[in-house]
């Protein structure tokens, strides 16, 4: 019997398009999307690079 798509399967579901990354001057959350290079943390205004989707390390 063959399973229907889509269902079941949620992994990877947290890096398809948008990112949290802990700004490194203040700790906020900078929300990064895969094309976005340079954020400005919202909270304290630094640019904050973007470091890529995070892969294991
Ligand atoms: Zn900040």
Redesign the pocket.
């Known amino acids: 019997m063959d399973m229907p798509e889509g269902t079941g399967q949620d992994n990877q579901d947290w890096h398809d398009d948008e990112y949290q990354v802990p ?1 490194p ?4 959350s ?1 929300a990064f999307k895969r094309t976005d290079k340079v954020q400005v ?1 919202g ?4 640019s ?1 690079v973007n470091p890529g989707p995070q892969a294991d390390r």
Not at 25 to 28: D, P
Not at 43 to 46: A, H
Request: proline share 0%; glycine share 16%.
């Open positions: 700004c001057a203040c700790g906020a900078v943390c909270t304290c205004g630094k904050v």
